[in-house]
């Protein structure tokens, strides 16, 4: 049985007056105990709403509704109430936001934050806390702990503020760690350290980590099974390599096309996907991807593709998908 | 983790350290920035000299504040009470007291009334406030009816005009001191608690509350631990502000005559609503309180604006 069973995830934003959005429209995968999960997808495409909606941090308010299940071991987060999934939180299931400048708060030292979790969790206090939050901090490579716990999150770098609020994420040792865009609003080099902490920390550990991004490079580094977004959509889902090695979704092609490379030709234009994220074909009236797919054929339009498995619980949502190995000349 | 960019990261660190070596939390970086401000430095200066005069004015005052000492040569029926002379810098009052000891002595009264009234108004607003946000932010459907009922209650305080409120709350308790400290600190009630619901309702949609709710941190705790604390700051400026007001608008109430009606304690507000008698006999004796109630109330305006902009985070360099 995978740790984290997603179902038929889908979450519709409705407001008066305003047409009802399917931000996520019936995702479904699974995550092993350990294993790095990757979501990957263009902004818009329902991974954030995704994560948030499996820490049930969606808001609950009329107009907002989530289907489907996730079930965690015997609980369903989707269905699980406030005062049970507060316990869940920061406990077996964390997550690491985007922007760690905001993520914390600027009034308080960085210590009292960590100690929080302990106390909340592992009902650590005092001195013990104090410790223990520490021996977390040296733990995600910040040093001179004692000194940084005293501190406020300006005094922090960018990847020090990341390294903090990992820490809290990891405080009370979580089954499932969804880290969402982690790396984002930090430079280059400091990216590579912040996947070079979290692979550290799954491998160690036995966490395991959805993450989610739109950046190819961290999930050809990190991940160990890819889930390809798009429209709320699962389009394509494969281990790693099949997914690099030989993509079947025009979409995921797209993707890997865009990606800038070193041993790309001189003068060689960047691939870009024609038309942008605006563009699309609602699901229940065919491929959301049709209208910017350059392998369109007439069975795109008219209903929507079902999700082919092919071997190696390589899945993608396509009727005509690229594919390496049979190159028909024309 | 290469050792080279661990080297980099590192070297960033220490320097960074070094640059932040004095500052420490927002609010002390944000008295640095006021000391460094020489608008906020006037202010200061005014309100040391008022709160100095406030403590030992009954000491200093060269007569006794109460005592007639010039009853023979004030005629004030007649429109004779004598000026400025040698003995007495600000010449006698109406009653023939001695009117730089009385200004010396009401300070005190006045600071009192501007901070005490300003206390009141500041802890029934922020509760209000602090209980409206705290249930707005985070509390649900009925977090949302809580919330909506006490800032109905505010939008009514508020909707009154500040004087007849002030004036009604007076007559309903009598004319004394305590009544137009209340009254004062009333009125102030809505602002303070429009003020802190407002920001703590902004600042229950941050990040760092959604951070804190994925740790799974209780909802009393967060309201407390995280959002109050950022919240704070417009209030303690509010607050600043407000003592300003305050004096002047106990001044005001005194009068109308909803003060204190004996005499016997100064007070720089009564002693301005009984000038008002002989403004042409002698218009100084309404000068000198009122120019006692526009200084200290620029003093605590000017750093109050000082305040303002050393805590936002909008203007920070």
Known sequence: MPLLDVKDLSVTFARRGQRTVRAVDGVSFSVEAGEVVGLVGESGCGKSVTSLALMGLLPKQRGVTIGGSAMFGDTDLLKTDERTMRDIRGRDVAMIFQDPLSSLNPVIPIGIQVTEVLTRHRGLTGAKATAEATDLLNRVGIPDPTRRLKEYPHQLSGGMRQRALIAMAVACAPKLLIADEPTTALDVTIQAQILELLRGLVRDSGTALVMITHDLGVVAGMCDTVNVLYAGRVVESARRKPLFADPRHPYTTGLLGSVPRLDAGKGERLHAIRGSV????????????????DRRVDACVGEPPALVEGVHRHAYRCVNPESRTVEVPS | MSTKTDKIDRLGELTAAKQDEHGV???TEAF???????????????????????????????????DFIGKGEVRSGQGIIPGPSAEHWLGY??????????????????????????????????????????????????????????????????????????????????????????????????????????????????????????????????????????????????????????????????????GNPDSATPEWGLMLAEAQRFLDIRPGLAIYPALGIIITAL?????????????????RK
């Open chain 2, 25 to 27: 939390s927002l609010w």
């Open chain 2, 32 to 66: 640095r920035r006021v000391r460094r401000n020489p608008t906020a430095l006037v202010g200061i200066a005014i309100l040391v000299i008022f709160v100095l005069v406030a403590i030992i004015g009954p000491w200093v005052a060269p007569y006794s504040p109460t």
């Open chain 2, 299 to 315: 003093g605590f305006t000017l750093l109050g604006e000082a305040m303002r902009e050393a805590l936002d985070p909008k203007l």
């Open chain 2, 93 to 258: 009052d109406h009653q023939g007291r001695d009117e730089l000891s009385r200004l010396l002595v009401g300070a005190r009264q006045t600071l009192l009334v501007g901070i005490i009234s300003t206390l009141i108004g500041l802890t029934i607003g922020a509760l209000v406030g602090g209980i409206a946000g705290a249930a707005a932010g985070l509390g649900g459907r009925v977090g949302r009816a809580v919330d909506s009922v006490l800032m109905r209650i505010v939008d009514m305080l508020l909707a009154l005009p500040s004087l007849l409120l002030a004036v009604s709350i007076a007559a309903l308790l009598g004319a004394s001191l305590t009544t137009v400290m209340i009254a004062v600190g009333v009125v102030s009630v809505p602002i303070f608690a429009r003020l802190l619901r407002g920001a703590m309702v902004a600042q229950a949609n941050s990040d760092y509350v959604l951070a804190a709710t994925s740790l799974g941190v209780k909802r009393t705790k967060i309201a407390i631990g995280h959002i109050l604390p950022n919240s704070l700051a417009p209030v303690i400026v509010q607050a600043t502000l407000t003592l300003a007001t305050a004096i002047i608008e106990a001044a005001a109430l005194s009068f109308l005559g909803l």
């Open chain 1, 278 to 293: 605006r563009d699309v074909l609602p699901w229940p009236d065919g491929c959301a991807f049709a209208p910017r797919c």
